[in-house]
Structures are given as structure tokens and as C-alpha cells.
């Protein structure tokens, strides 16, 4: 497999999870925390951010392609996957 789909999958998945958290986050699922919409962005870019270090370490710095690999094959995908299953799940609240 192609290491630009490997990646894409990759976050996509990381993409999944931080929508459901940043659901959680910004509806008051977690209990204590609230209803707190920043400290959902905040989740959202810090598993971005943990999911890029995770790619460069399973795939390579070389293999990933720096910055412009990173952009197109990982941060585009996780944020149009993290922002759309937030609002799915937050409208069907």
C-alpha cells in the first residue's frame, strides 16, 4: 500500500475519535468538564499533533514527506473526518 493512503487512513481513524471526544467535550458528556467547546478544539489538534508524531515514527520522516506530505495526506482528512462526525453527532443530539 502506498504510504500517502497508510497515512490518510491513519488519521482518519485518529479523525474519528476526536469528533466523538470533541462531542463529548462540547455537550457535556464527560462529567465535570462541563460544556466546553474550546477544550474540544484543544483534543481535536492535540491528537492531530499525536497522530503526526505516530506517522513519522511508524512510517519514517523520509517516507511521510515533510510538511507538504503531512498536509495533504494527513491534516486535510483528519480535520474534514473530525469536523464532520462532530456535527453529525452534535445534530443528532
Same mark, same amino acid.
Given at each position: 500500500?502506498?504510504?500517502?493512503?497508510?497515512?490518510?487512513?491513519?488519521?482518519? $481513524?485518529?479523525?474519528?475519535? $476526536? !469528533?466523538?471526544?470533541?462531542?463529548? %467535550?462540547?455537550?457535556?458528556?464527560?462529567?465535570?468538564?462541563?460544556?466546553?467547546?474550546? %477544550?474540544?478544539?484543544?483534543?481535536?489538534?492535540?491528537?492531530?499533533? %499525536?497522530?503526526?508524531?505516530?506517522?513519522?515514527?511508524?512510517?519514517?520522516?523520509? $517516507?511521510? !514527506?515533510?510538511?507538504?506530505?503531512?498536509?495533504?495526506? !494527513?491534516?486535510?482528512?483528519?480535520?474534514?473526518?473530525?469536523?464532520?462526525?462532530?456535527?453529525? %453527532?452534535?445534530?443528532?443530539?
Amino acid at each position: 500500500m502506498d504510504i500517502e493512503i497508510k497515512l490518510t487512513i491513519v488519521h482518519s $481513524a485518529l479523525a474519528l475519535v $476526536a !469528533g466523538f471526544l470533541s462531542f463529548l %467535550l462540547s455537550t457535556g458528556g464527560i462529567s465535570g468538564l462541563g460544556k466546553n467547546e474550546f %477544550l474540544a478544539v484543544l483534543a481535536g489538534l492535540l491528537i492531530l499533533y %499525536l497522530g503526526g508524531q505516530l506517522s513519522e515514527r511508524m512510517f519514517g520522516k523520509e $517516507a511521510v !514527506g515533510g510538511m507538504k506530505g503531512w498536509l495533504w495526506s !494527513g491534516i486535510v482528512p483528519f480535520f474534514f473526518v473530525w469536523i464532520m462526525v462532530w456535527v453529525i %453527532l452534535y445534530n443528532m443530539m
